[in-house]
Each structure stands twice: as structure tokens, then as C-alpha cells.
């Protein structure tokens, strides 16, 4: 059972190595300019491989498009920065490669950021869109298990008992029409 309450305002997730955000929180329409944003990148890459086979030239990025488990590890990564560059407002933490200055809230640097260091971005998705931030808000641990049973023991389903019918059917009944 879900309620529908979310936070409505703006909350700090803690990703780790001194990392934290501030993100709107994560609803449809979140998750859909995510979904938009991975499919525009997907599609980029589809026509820069469609381009290059076309003129013989060979590119390992694009032609990584053709591998379904790569394909899919591109859309995860594609919709992971797009949660990013549409749920993170601001982050402390996040530093220039070069200088001691914080890095800008941008598109190319939440991608950095994601691409070169995966338990944040790992932290990141688990916090910001996963089951726990759910199961968290209400305070519900003890979900039950297919069987019926519940985390505490309690049998919650029953086996249906198999219902006996008398009534027989012919090859003749069955062939009848109204």
C-alpha cells in the first residue's frame, strides 16, 4: 500500500564523500523530463552511428548502440544525469578538477559527476527515486511476500478450495448453437 503524500518542498540527499544535494522532489513530471532527456541523448547517438556507418567511418561510442546490454547501460546513465539536471537545485561538496572553487550546478558537470564517480551516482538514484525513499516515508518495513505471508509470520492468504462441478458436457453440447 502506497500513500500519496510526497514532500512537496525541497529536501538534502547525503551521497557520500562529502556530496550533498538539494533536490526538488521526485515526481512524474521529474522522472518524465528525465525520460525526455535520456531519449533526446539516445537518439543523438543513434544518428551519429546511422551518419558514420553510412561513410565507412568507425566511432566505438556509437556503435556501442547496436549492443543491447550497452545500449541499456547508456539509457541508465542518460536518465540517471537527466534526474539530476532536472531534480538537483543546488550542491555543496562538487569541486573544479583544478582549482579549489566549487564546481557550477550544470548539465556537463552533473555528468562529470555521475560518469567518473558511480557510488554517487548510485547513492543518488537509490535516494532520490528508489523504493527506500518510499518505504521510508511510510515507515513501512514489513511489506508481505507473494505467498501471502507477512514479514512477522502471519499467513494473510489462503489456498482456494477446488470447486467440484456435476455438470457434463458431450461433443454434441458443444456443438449446438443457439
Not at 5 to 15: F, H, R
Not at 56 to 69: H, L
Not at 89 to 101: F, H, R
Not at 131 to 143: D, F, G, R, Y
Request: glycine share 6%; charged share 25%; with cysteine.
Amino acid at each position: 500500500m502506497l500513500r500519496l503524500k510526497i514532500n512537496k518542498e525541497p529536501y538534502w540527499l547525503e551521497l557520500g564523500y562529502g556530496v550533498k544535494v538539494k533536490v526538488k522532489p521526485c515526481t512524474s513530471a521529474v522522472f518524465y523530463e528525465a525520460k525526455a532527456y535520456m531519449n533526446s541523448k539516445l537518439a543523438e547517438l543513434a544518428k551519429v552511428y546511422q551518419t558514420n556507418k553510412a561513410a565507412g567511418i568507425t566511432n566505438d561510442t556509437a556503435a556501442d548502440i547496436e549492443n543491447p546490454v550497452k545500449r541499456e547501460a547508456m539509457a541508465d546513465k542518460f536518465l540517471l544525469i537527466g534526474l539530476g539536471i532536472a531534480g538537483i537545485l543546488e550542491w555543496n561538496g562538487v569541486m573544479e578538477a583544478d582549482v579549489d572553487k566549487a564546481a557550477p550546478l550544470t548539465e556537463s558537470k552533473i555528468d562529470e559527476l555521475f560518469s567518473n564517480f558511480w557510488a554517487v551516482a548510485e547513492n543518488f538514484r537509490h535516494q532520490y527515486c528508489g523504493l527506500q525513499e518510499i518505504l521510508a516515508a511510510e515507515k513501512n518495513v514489513s511489506t508481505p511476500v507473494p505467498n501471502g505471508t507477512l514479514e512477522t509470520g502471519e499467513v494473510t492468504v489462503t489456498v482456494a478450495e477446488k470447486i467440484k462441478t456435476s455438470a457434463r458436457f458431450t461433443s454434441a453440447d458443444t456443438q449446438k448453437q443457439p
